[in-house]
Nanobody, 120 residues
């Protein structure tokens, strides 16, 4: 199973970006998908997650600005980021917790990361 993320880039403060991440390869059932971010010199932190039942949770610092949603038919999770701030700049990683039939167990996968830069 691979996760491939798209959508990072450079945006001015107050602007918007949409990230997407698709899971592919093999047979699997997705439990949860989410987005984490890591800024230079900081630990990776959860931004938002969404369960198979569409329950979404957000870090306090993005509530009201970011929205996570998914397309089950495409095994894709999206992160709509609005009102971006310079402190949102980081490498964003998608994450999937899924049952991987290829390995016969629940497994966690990470995407390759996509850079988000916010200019002030």
């Amino acid at each position: 199973v691979q996760l491939q993320a798209f959508g990072g880039g450079l945006v001015q403060a107050g602007g918007s970006l949409r990230l997407s991440c698709a899971a592919s390869g093999g047979m699997f059932i997705i439990n949860t998908m989410g987005w984490y971010r890591q800024a230079p010199g900081k630990q990776r932190e959860l931004v938002a997650g969404i369960s198979s039942g569409d329950y979404a949770n957000y870090a306090d610092y993005v509530k009201g600005r970011f929205s996570i949603f998914k397309d089950n038919a495409k095994n894709t999770v999206y992160l709509q980021m609005n009102s971006l701030k310079p402190e949102d700049a980081a490498v964003y990683y998608c994450n999937a917790d899924l049952f991987d039939y290829g390995v016969g167990r629940r497994t966690e996968y990470w995407g390759q990361g996509t850079q988000v830069t916010v200019s002030s």
